[in-house]
């Protein structure tokens, strides 16, 4: 059964940098595109970017100047790095697994609220 | 403000038939598959439609997908009261080289 655990800080000062990480469990970590996902409290869904098998990420524009996702095969860990972050960027964030980069998530995190406030 | 839009809201009365829309432009649904996701209240996103109108395993056949041109719908027959949740469609943005997701319906189930 794959399962992804996600943690990092919940609560950030404005323009600290967020740092979270989603580790795979139960499954091969090669071979998938990860994602990063997040929903401010009561509104939709916003992709953030993804990594490829290959290592190649790619980014929403919106957020591509502050943005890194990167992956540790080794661990099969993937990590998520969002600088300079604002009250804007408060929401829950997912990590989710698909096998292509078609956005049809199979696997999901748990969400990781992350808070901004001073 | 998304560049796919949905209804914010949707409803109905256990047994009946009710669908989403899920309405964009020729740069996104016009031209890409259309993913469907249900999120219940506190949890994670689950997919319950993707490539338009297939269901992963697992998936009720009471949930269907459709898209003609730049519109998509979601069908969920014979309602049922744990279907009252969030549902967002997702697609390719040509645009922004990425997906992009509607802004979601919340169903109730009266």
């Known amino acids: 059964q794959v399962q992804l655990q996600q943690w990092g800080a919940g609560l950030l000062k404005p323009s600290e940098t967020l740092s979270l990480t989603c580790a795979v469990y139960?499954?091969?970590?090669?071979?998938?595109?990860w994602t990063w996902i997040r929903q401010p409290p009561g509104k939709g869904l916003e992709w953030i970017g993804d990594?490829?098998?290959?290592?190649?990420?790619n980014y929403n524009p919106s957020l591509k100047s502050r943005v890194t996702i990167s992956a540790d095969t080794s661990k099969n860990q993937i990590s998520l790095t969002l600088n300079s972050m604002t009250a804007a960027d408060t929401a829950v964030y997912y990590c989710?697994?698909?096998?292509?980069?078609?956005?049809?998530?199979?696997?999901w995190g748990q969400g990781t609220l992350v808070t901004v406030s001073s | 403000q998304s560049v796919v839009t949905q209804p914010p809201s949707a409803s109905g009365t256990p047994g009946q038939r009710v669908t989403i829309s899920c309405s964009g432009s020729?740069?996104?649904?016009?031209?890409?598959?259309v993913n469907w996701y249900q999120q219940l209240p506190g949890t994670a996103p689950k997919v319950l439609i993707y490539?338009?109108?297939q269901r992963p395993s697992g998936v009720p056949e009471r949930f269907s997908g459709s898209k003609s041109g730049t519109s998509a719908s979601l069908a969920i027959s014979g309602l049922q009261s744990e279907d009252e949740a969030d549902y967002y469609c997702?697609?390719?943005?040509?645009?922004?080289?990425?997906?992009?997701f509607g802004g979601g319906t919340t169903l109730t189930v009266l």
């Open positions: 139960g499954g091969s970590f090669s071979g998938y595109y």
């Open positions: 490539g338009d109108n």
């Open positions: 990594i490829n098998p290959s290592g190649r990420t």
């Open positions: 989710a697994r698909s096998v292509g980069d078609d956005y049809t998530w199979d696997y």
């Open positions: 020729s740069s996104n649904i016009g031209s890409n598959a």
């Open positions: 997702a697609t390719w943005s040509d645009s922004l080289n990425g997906p992009v």
